[in-house]
């Protein structure tokens, strides 16, 4: 009789993309358990949760949207980590770039959309990389752990907000904490008249492909990568990590400050309070499920846009807490995490 | 592994605030850093991703579990909360800084209690060695999984208690954004104090008083842009972050899961 035994080796290569995959599988079992919990069948709920978002052009196009910022957000967690660079701070960042696109929109009043549309763009841009720019600065140039920084700069961006909307920027019509809404010819065009889905959504696509080719095809993504894996061995071999991981550092900050600015051109008009809820962190989940790779942030954020509209249609349907989304999403984080420990390891047949 | 357990606390912080009872909210905090354990001791993934992950998938739990049990009332569910306890009778000046609530005189206690355990017990000398140099205590004959496991779910009963603080003590009732963040700034309170217990007590009163001064600022109406206020302590944490660097006070072993090999 046969025997396996488990060794120490790279797992064959059919396996890595078949990670995901397994792992969506038994994250679904895993929260089966709370499913159960508020007694409704699981598989009506898998059913509203993964199918029925499907059946109606509304709710697909809605999982369109909601998948629209992850993509930026994505992109920009996975730029940065394949650089070795642990850029927590897409949440503050992206808020930044809607700080950005919020006060350029008013101040474009009377434009056309020609001039506003790129100028958003670039501010938002802008916005993302001023707000990255203090942790990237000190990370290069002193050597503080960026985690942590990032991690603050998310805290304090909340209280600017804050500041700004109960202070200069309160709506002076309704004076709720908002700000005026931006100038239309500011607003992103939208792809299908009447939804929310706009212009966005290709701006992330164009964002994932432009990545896609920075990392892999361009000699400034040689440098990164060698920066990410091994730091020493690119310094001895010529490669200014400093420069290269700021650069990638700011980029990447950058891009998150792009889906603040989509947020509020394309679904808010203006600056809100809470505007991001997770958008940044979400990030983190959808690079990581997505191996870092923008192909794969690409499928894993209109999984995500799925989840999200899923657990809506879920909400509706069965009244199971909407928080069921969030539940799955950081279950499935978890077992993908777990699960790419085991492409370390292979099966073999002895005997 | 002193702070190997960093994001696990952020965590163990929100699960905890859901439950009535500190001692449930112990519980779960030390179930929330056997996850972590879990995650980054044996398996050896990323802390940082992992910590995060297990923050979500924590407050996601509690907000689900908040709705199951309790549906969308239009009043939050209320619990008498714990009575403040007074040290010092009506004593003038002394006496309104010791009303206080039982769980914050515990935390006081808790410091020196976490320096004599850290720094004059054999297992404080084993979380430090396996905190600073894995490889070595291995070498010793110390558990440095074991030891990375116990002292993530002592981490977490901190903080699952932290959070029933919030519920149990000051407030009596559950909402979503109880947390605010803390478990984050918390991170930053062990930065600041450079990995010293009875320097994390005084972060931690600068951290609070800042919080009440901007609340005393607000009530005596002087405009003033408190929101930007509230920014500082994060400020000084990244200055504080920049300085304390220069002298690694870091553990060595500080984010860096150990394989056996």
């Known amino acids: 009789m046969s025997k396996f035994r488990i060794e120490k080796a790279p797992a064959p290569a059919w396996v890595r993309p078949a990670i995901p995959v397994a792992a969506v599988v038994v994250t679904f079992v895993i929260t089966l358990v709370f499913i159960a919990w508020v007694k409704v069948n699981p598989l009506h709920t898998y059913y509203y949760f993964l199918v029925a978002p499907f059946t109606s052009t509304v709710s697909m196009i809605e999982l369109l949207v909601k998948a629209t910022p992850l993509f930026l957000t994505g992109a920009a967690v996975a730029f940065a980590f394949k650089a070795g660079y642990y850029n927590i701070g897409a949440e503050g960042q992206l808020t930044a770039g809607a700080i950005a696109g919020a006060w350029l929109g008013v101040v474009l009043e009377g434009s056309t959309p020609w001039i506003s549309l790129p100028l958003m763009i670039i501010c938002g841009f802008l916005g993302g990389v001023l707000w990255a720019m203090v942790p990237a600065l000190l990370k290069v140039k002193l050597g503080v752990d960026e985690v942590v920084t990032t991690l603050l700069m998310n805290s304090i961006i909340v209280y600017i907000v804050s500041y700004l909307l109960n202070g200069p920027w309160r709506d002076p019509v309704s004076m709720w904490p908002q700000s005026p809404d931006i100038d239309q010819s500011a607003m992103f065009f939208k792809l299908i008249p009447r939804s929310r889905l706009h212009f966005g959504f290709i701006l992330g696509l164009i964002t994932l492909a432009v990545i896609w080719y920075l990392i892999n095809r361009s000699g400034f993504g040689l440098k990164m990568r060698a920066a990410g894996s091994n730091a020493e061995?690119?310094?001895?071999?010529?490669?200014?990590?400093?420069?290269?991981?700021?650069?990638?550092?700011?980029?990447?900050?950058?891009?998150?400050?792009?889906?603040?600015?989509?947020?509020?051109?394309?679904i808010h008009f203006h600056l809100i309070p809470g505007l991001s809820?997770?958008?940044?962190?979400?990030?983190?989940?959808?690079?990581?499920?997505?191996?870092?790779?923008?192909?794969?942030?690409?499928?894993?954020?209109?999984?995500?846009?799925?989840?999200?509209?899923?657990?809506?249609?879920?909400?509706?349907?069965?009244?199971v807490p909407v928080y069921l989304g969030q539940v799955v999403q950081a279950a499935l984080l978890l077992v993908t995490l777990g699960m790419f420990v085991l492409t370390n390891y292979r099966l073999k047949r002895e005997g | 592994m002193l702070i190997g357990a960093f994001t696990g606390f952020a965590t163990a912080y929100l699960t905890g605030s859901l439950w009535a009872g500190v001692f449930a909210a112990c519980l779960i905090g030390i179930l929330a850093g056997l996850l972590m354990a879990l995650m980054?001791?044996?398996?050896?993934?990323?802390?940082h991703v992992s910590g995060l992950g297990i923050t979500l998938f924590c407050t996601g739990l509690a907000y689900y579990a908040f709705r199951v049990i309790f549906g969308t009332p239009s009043h939050p569910p209320q619990i008498t909360p714990f009575d403040q306890v007074n040290l010092m009778g009506d004593v003038a000046v002394l006496g309104p800084i010791f009303r206080q609530y039982p769980l914050t005189y515990y935390a006081i206690v808790l410091v020196p209690v976490v320096w004599v355990i850290l720094y004059r017990t054999n297992f404080g000398l084993k979380i430090r060695a396996v905190g600073e140099n894995p490889e070595a205590a291995d070498a010793a004959g110390i558990n440095v999984y074991g030891v990375r496991t116990v002292s993530l779910m002592i981490a977490g009963a901190f903080m699952g208690v932290a959070g029933a603080f919030l519920t149990l003590s000051t407030l009596g009732f559950f909402t979503f954004d109880i947390i605010a963040g803390r478990g984050w700034v918390c991170i930053a309170l062990v930065i600041f104090a450079n990995w010293i217990p009875q320097r994390v007590l005084l972060g931690a009163f600068i951290f609070g008083g800042v919080q009440a001064l901007q609340l005393r600022l607000q009530l005596t109406g002087v405009k003033f842009p408190y929101e930007l206020f509230l920014t500082l302590p994060y400020v000084v944490t990244i200055i504080a972050l920049t300085i304390a660097n220069r002298n690694a006070a870091y553990p060595a072993a500080l984010l860096k899961p150990y394989k056996r090999e």
């Open chain 2, 40 to 47: 980054t001791v044996y398996l050896g993934v990323n802390q």
């Open chain 1, 233 to 266: 061995a690119a310094r001895f071999s010529g490669v200014n990590v400093g420069n290269t991981i700021l650069a990638t550092a700011l980029i990447s900050g950058g891009i998150a400050g792009l889906a603040g600015v989509g947020e509020v051109a394309g």
């Open chain 1, 277 to 319: 809820s997770n958008l940044g962190y979400t990030g983190i989940i959808v690079a990581t499920l997505g191996a870092l790779n923008p192909i794969g942030v690409g499928i894993a954020a209109l999984f995500f846009g799925l989840i999200e509209t899923g657990s809506l249609t879920v909400s509706r349907a069965l009244g």
